[in-house]
């Protein structure tokens, strides 16, 4: 993951930026993770939910504090991305072993190996 972090270009690109009307434009980009992008759309819609919770607990997030929660908030969706990538790149070590284990525990629920081919092969798998 530290590796990950030191090669991760994070690049704030417009916590502010304006569209059309002085509305933030939805596709812009505000944050690389990799070579994945991360769009105002998708930092708007994190925004909504945080501000939904704190409405749901009867408070809002103050105006003079609405560009901290905002930089918090695309902080944790660049966390976010990092831990999706180096997951997927870094599968478990015990992953076969495990693969094993839920076959044979599948298996037995349906009555054996002959009878797990069977339901496979009549579901179209193999």
Same mark, same amino acid.
């Given at each position: 993951? +530290? +590796? ?6 994070? $690049?704030?690109?417009? $916590?502010? !930026?304006? !569209? =059309? %009307?002085?509305?933030? *434009?939805?596709? %812009?980009?505000? %944050? ?10 998708? @930092?708007? &819609?994190?925004?909504? !939910?945080?501000?939904?919770?704190? &409405? ?11 560009? #901290?929660?905002?930089?918090?908030? $695309? *902080?944790? @969706? ?5 831990? $999706? ?5 870094? =599968? =478990?070590? *015990?992953? *076969? ?14 009555? !054996? ?6 339901? @496979?092969?009549?579901?179209?798998? #193999?």
């Amino acid at each position: 993951m +530290k +590796k990950h972090l030191a090669v991760v270009a994070a $690049l704030v690109i417009g $916590l502010t !930026g304006n !569209g =059309p %009307a002085g509305e933030p *434009d939805a596709a %812009a980009v505000v %944050a690389r993770v990799n070579v994945k992008e991360i769009k105002r759309a998708e @930092l708007n &819609a994190a925004m909504r !939910g945080l501000m939904m919770q704190f &409405a749901q607990n009867g408070r809002s997030i103050p105006p003079e504090q609405m560009e #901290t929660f905002e930089r918090d908030v $695309l *902080d944790e @969706l660049i966390n976010r991305e990092l831990v $999706l990538q180096e997951a997927s790149a870094t =599968p =478990p070590a *015990d992953l *076969d072993d495990r693969v094993s284990t839920e076959f044979a525990r599948i298996e037995q629920q349906v009555g !054996g190996a002959a009878e797990f081919e069977k339901a @496979l092969s009549e579901s179209g798998l #193999t």
